[in-house]
């Protein structure tokens, strides 16, 4: 879930992958995402990045979209990919995305749920320039954060504010287009999440 260099990031999830997929599936994807259900497209190609127990990926799937989910984690991606037909599982992370964008494919919808606050602050602009690059001329980029808790890895974990997020996306050539803010769907009081969608600027 976040950068080629820093290897101690998937290691943070590999060391309680089951723990961890088992609490991002007790919720929907209807629940964690109520923003997109007017973005998503009715047919074509999806990539979820960061796509941990495969919760997102696979509701998509059943939607009837192609889903390609990129996940570094070898702990969450075994036991997602395990649960997950008809999704296709890559090894592949932020902010470069080597694999994904080395095939040249262009995607109509693109999921970034809860991985940028593991992505460093020097690592924002080029994250979204690979996000970006990887759109179709008509796609969507959904994407929501939250800050840090206190009992997390400072060298993992990274706050980034709204204007931040919304500079990185300007540079890349992405237009912000819808923004929410929205409690914890499974319910912890200290988690409150921001979320953007984005398209390519005119």
């Known amino acids: 879930m976040a950068l080629e260099d820093q290897l101690d990031a998937p290691d943070y999830y590999d060391r309680d992958a089951e723990a961890f997929a088992e609490r991002y599936d007790s919720v929907g994807f209807e629940a964690v995402h109520p923003l997109l259900a007017r973005y998503l497209p009715e047919r074509g190609h999806v990539l979820d990045v ?7 990926a696979r509701a998509m799937a059943a939607r009837g979209l192609k889903v ?22 890559v090894d592949d992370r932020l902010p470069r995305l080597l694999l994904i964008t080395g095939t040249g494919q262009r995607f109509d919808f693109i999921l970034c749920s809860a991985v940028l606050m593991l992505v460093p602050p020097s690592a924002l602009p080029p994250s979204f320039a690979s996000l970006s690059a990887l759109l179709a001329a008509d796609g969507r980029l959904a994407l929501n954060v939250r800050a840090p808790r ?3 890895p400072a060298e993992l974990f990274f706050d980034h504010t709204d204007a931040a997020i919304l500079a990185a996306a300007r540079a890349a050539g992405l237009a912000c287009i819808d923004r929410d803010e929205a409690n914890d769907a499974i319910g912890r009081d200290d988690y409150h999440w921001r979320s953007f969608v984005f398209e390519l600027s005119p």
Do not use: H, K, N, Q
């Open 50 to 56: 960061g796509a941990g127990s495969g919760r997102d």
């Open 68 to 89: 390609l989910a990129a996940e570094p984690s070898a702990g969450l991606r075994a036991i997602a990919s395990a649960r997950s037909p008809g999704v296709t599982w």
């Open 150 to 152: 206190p009992d997390e």
